[in-house]
């Protein structure tokens, strides 16, 4: 079945960076869009950015645009996010998600990652 | 920027109550509302897409409309399994990929 699994969450001071993972499985990678969505502690849901299947177009929210960076590695299934110059603010669970016709909405989401920024 | 603004924020009714949660956008989006549901402590899950299109796998009792500005997600028979918090989130243009604010829905 389609899988999404995040990793590289984790406590880094402001100012630092840090690289999210997202690894791909149970459907042809390379035919789908994806986004990185996050979710700060007891709040709702922001997208942060989104890539083309073949990597041609990238879009990030206003929040994250010159600080986050999102790649795409076809032969290795997996998607990328990395995050430069972080701040408080970006505190919170990252999800990959897959969209599924290319319209821009959802489908599945992984579990999640929890980035902590504090000093 | 088009914002998305969801009502109620919260609401508790009983089991076998039908339940309508708004969703209205700054700005006409035509049919581009995706609504999800987000259990506690899970992962948010695709409801509805293309206003009323229903994902595969969804129970029948969950129902999409609207198109324009107002859209609105309807629980014909609250069942227990369905508290959580519902999301609405357009997608006529990206970026701008923006959700609503979210309505949380418990049993009474």
């Known amino acids: 079945q389609v899988q999404l699994v995040e990793s590289g969450g984790g406590l880094v001071k402001p100012g630092g960076s840090l690289r999210l993972s997202c690894a791909a499985s149970?459907?042809?990678?390379?035919?789908?869009?994806m986004s990185w969505i996050r979710q700060a502690p007891g709040k709702g849901l922001e997208w942060v950015s989104y890539?083309?299947?073949?990597?041609?177009?990238?879009n990030y929210a206003d929040s994250v645009k010159g600080r986050f960076t999102i790649s795409r590695d076809n032969a290795k299934n997996s998607l990328y996010l990395q995050m430069n110059s972080l701040r408080a603010e970006d505190t919170a669970v990252y999800y990959c998600?897959?969209?599924?016709?290319?319209?821009?909405?959802?489908?599945?989401w992984g579990q999640g990652t929890l980035v902590t920024v504090s000093s | 920027d088009i914002q998305m603004t969801q009502s109620p924020s919260s609401l508790s009714a009983s089991v076998g109550d039908r339940v309508t949660i708004t969703c209205r956008a700054s700005q006409g989006i035509s049919n581009y509302l995706a609504w999800y549901q987000q259990k506690p402590g899970k992962v948010p899950k695709l409801l509805i897409y293309?206003?009323?299109t229903l994902q595969s796998g969804v129970p029948s009792r969950f129902s999409g409309s609207g198109s324009g500005t107002d859209f609105t997600l309807t629980i014909s028979s609250l069942q227990p399994e369905d508290v959580a918090t519902y999301y609405c989130?357009?997608?006529?243009?990206?970026?701008?990929?923006?959700f609503g604010g979210g309505t949380k829905v418990e049993i009474k």
């Open positions: 989130q357009k997608y006529n243009s990206a970026p701008g990929l923006t």
């Open positions: 293309a206003a009323s």
């Open positions: 890539i083309s299947s073949s990597s041609s177009y990238t």
């Open positions: 998600a897959r969209d599924p016709y290319g319209d821009y909405y959802f489908d599945p």
């Open positions: 149970g459907f042809t990678f390379s035919d789908y869009y």
